[in-house]
């Protein structure tokens, strides 16, 4: 347990900052390359603590990968869906989107595995995915309240099914297709909202067929010879967001930030601070089929509040508590709406961010579907704060220190190497005393 003291002054943006590979795209890109046959090289590739876990689950399961650390390069020859048999718990740590995307991936292995997870995931239920792969016909059996440890023997004949979605969850939906990939019969997505796109793009790259439509995804069977192949991580853009938002916020700011993920699945807040008044300027935008990526040149303006509905709600999962410290400094009010669906995955988030923002004197209103925050909130500090091993919240509390000239404690600030060890550091080279 580490505590970062933040500094006794207002700081402003300058410069150019390349950020961290996307996460979310590494670690199907891991999966894929693993299941595939051949060799796959992925570029640009980030060695965050979550990843590390997802590489040597994959290595346990019987996946080559060898790590180049210095250029930032993975390479991995892949088993062609032979899974290992192995006698010791896969251990998940606390990876939640590994934890859905493994029970897919089990889901088609006639072997027997446990998965074992930390404290989070120990109580985060996952009742909702599990059944729909028993439904497909693997075996899943939880040695505790519908969470981990659990138990499963999956089938190398599993069918597809017809899943009306319920929870607007790009996890569940990612599970599904990675089973559906290796089921006998096809395995339809009727969507309730569109989420994250990343797992059904990175499988059709590698050879899988899976039709997306705005509201029916497909995933036809006999399409299983996944073959391994070349690609390159573009810029995280949750990582980006919160230079975007820094920038946005400190007066004087003005920062470049290259070849940033564009994928319109994950620019959410892009788009809020747009209806907020930002105007951002994109540059350089790739043509690249599998996930665009281009040059964001931010400077600060004046914002204002806006109403957020239900369905940008997905696409802004991982910045809500950026998005609420946003709000509170720029002039009106902000609401968002349809909150429900995430608040089921990510309660504690939403809690947290409301407790240690309150110790900034920053309130809002929240209940089950909405939060409510007011503009031109003063930052008052009343407390140091934690950041309840949270890299998200961690990383939005050093976005508020740089906005207020009173010193703070933050609490617990290692959780940031969970999606990116060299934050801090990276921060500072773009950071001029005001």
């Known amino acids: 347990m580490f505590d970062y003291n933040t500094q006794p002054r207002k700081f402003k943006f300058h410069g150019e900052i390349t950020v961290a590979g996307d996460k979310s795209i590494a670690h199907r ?74 029970l897919g991936v089990l889901a088609s292995s006639n072997h027997t595995y446990e998965i074992t997870g930390g404290k989070y995931l120990s109580q985060r239920p996952n009742k909702n995915v599990v059944e729909l792969l028993n439904k497909m016909g693997a075996n899943f059996r939880s040695t505790t309240a519908n969470a981990l440890p659990l138990k499963v023997t999956g089938k190398d004949d ?65 399409y299983s010879n996944l073959t391994g192949q070349n690609l390159t991580i573009p810029g995280d853009f949750s990582s980006a967001a919160f230079y975007i938002a820094g920038a946005l916020l400190s007066s ?24 907020m008044g930002a105007k951002i300027q994109v540059q350089n935008q790739s ?23 239900a369905k940008q709600v997905p696409f802004i999962i991982d910045e809500i508590p950026l998005v609420a410290l946003v709000a509170s400094q720029v002039s009106g009010r902000t609401i968002i709406n349809g909150i429900h669906d995430v608040h089921l995955q990510i309660s504690d988030r939403i809690r947290n961010m409301r407790v240690e923002l309150a110790k900034l004197g920053i309130v809002m209103q929240v209940d089950d579907d909405s939060i409510v925050i007011d503009g031109d909130q003063k930052i008052k500090v009343k407390d140091d704060v934690d950041s309840h091993n949270d890299h998200r919240i961690a990383m939005m509390l050093c976005i508020a220190s740089i906005l ?21 550091a990276d921060l500072n080279k773009v950071l001029v005393t005001k």
């Open 404 to 424: 207020t000239d009173s010193p703070f404690k933050i609490k617990n600030i290692e959780a940031i190497d969970t999606s990116y060890p060299g934050f801090i």
């Open 252 to 275: 004087g700011s003005e920062i470049t930030l290259p070849k940033i993920g564009l994928n319109s699945t994950r620019i959410g807040m892009l788009n809020v601070v747009k209806q």
């Open 158 to 222: 599993l069918q597809g099914i017809v899943y009306h979605q319920d929870i607007s969850s790009a996890q569940i939906k990612s599970s599904l297709v990675l089973a559906g990939i290796y089921a006998k019969t096809k395995t339809t997505i009727i969507r309730k909202l569109p989420t994250r796109n990343h797992t059904e793009n990175l499988a059709n790259y590698f050879g899988a067929r899976i039709d997306i439509k705005p509201d029916i995804i497909t995933i036809y069977p006999g």
């Open 287 to 309: 043509t690249n089929r599998i996930e665009p990526y281009g040059d964001l040149i931010v400077k600060s303006q004046q914002l204002h509040g806006t109403t957020i509905t």
């Open 29 to 102: 890109a891991i999966i894929f390359g693993a299941l595939a046959n051949g060799v796959t090289q992925i570029s640009n590739f980030t060695y965050a603590d979550d990843l590390t876990v997802t590489a040597k689950v994959f290595q346990k399961l019987g996946a080559k990968i060898h790590t180049e650390v210095s250029s930032k390069a993975m390479i991995i020859k892949g088993m062609d869906h032979q899974l290992r048999e192995v006698d010791q718990p896969l251990d998940i740590a606390n990876v939640g989107t590994l934890e859905s995307l493994l």
